[in-house]
């Protein structure tokens, strides 16, 4: 697979908000590198909900989707990173969780799809609207480099190595 960088959206769902998982989802993703450059816990309106899941308008579990979503906050995010999109979703596990392999968010955390305590976009098309329907332009961050790299650079004030 190409390395793309790329920017997903990620939501933990009402579930997991609820059940006090935010900490360990997040530290997942942040311990496989990847940079968290927006993110909110929001109560999804019905309109955030709507358009979040309009791809799935007509089918038997949309109401229910639906329902689930507007239930509770959710920690909306955006994270940045080398084909985070495909990843973080493989990170997530499939949508059942009976299916989802071991290790896995969902195989770990969940039972059934209905409440499946997370969310990855699909595609970087999804990704772009999905990230529109929860975030400001000026709401997301510049991701950094590691810390000491950022001032190296900014300052360009290292003055001897010790190598
Ligand atoms: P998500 O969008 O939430 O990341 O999940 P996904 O891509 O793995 O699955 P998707 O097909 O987009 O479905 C969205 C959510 O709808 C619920 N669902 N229920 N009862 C059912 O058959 C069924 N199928 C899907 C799940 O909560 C799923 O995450
Ligand atoms: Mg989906």
């Given at each position: 697979m ?7 959206f ?8 609820n ?7 997040i ?18 309106t ?24 507007t ?12 084909n985070?999109?495909d990843?973080?979703r ?33 595609s ?14 000026e ?10 790299d950022?001032?190296?650079?900014m ?9």
């Open positions: 190409a390395e793309r960088f790329e920017r997903t990620v939501a933990i769902k009402p579930d997991a908000v059940r006090g998982l935010v900490g360990d989802i530290s997942r993703f942040e311990k496989r590198g990847f940079k968290i450059i927006g993110m909110k816990l929001l109560h999804p019905l309109e955030h909900a709507q358009k979040h899941y309009a791809e799935h308008v007509g089918k038997p579990f949309y109401n229910n989707l639906i329902n689930f979503i239930e509770g906050p959710i920690v909306a995010m955006v994270i940045e990173g080398v985070v999109i990843i973080s493989k990170m997530m596990g499939t949508t059942d969780p009976q299916q989802a392999a071991p290790g896995t968010i969902r195989f770990d955390y969940a039972q059934v799809k209905e409440s499946n305590v997370v969310h990855g976009s699909d970087v098309e999804s990704a772009e609207r999905e990230i529109a329907i929860y975030f400001k332009p709401e997301l961050f510049e991701a950094r480099e590691n810390d000491a950022y001032f190296i650079k300052f360009g004030h290292v003055e001897e190595k010790s190598f």
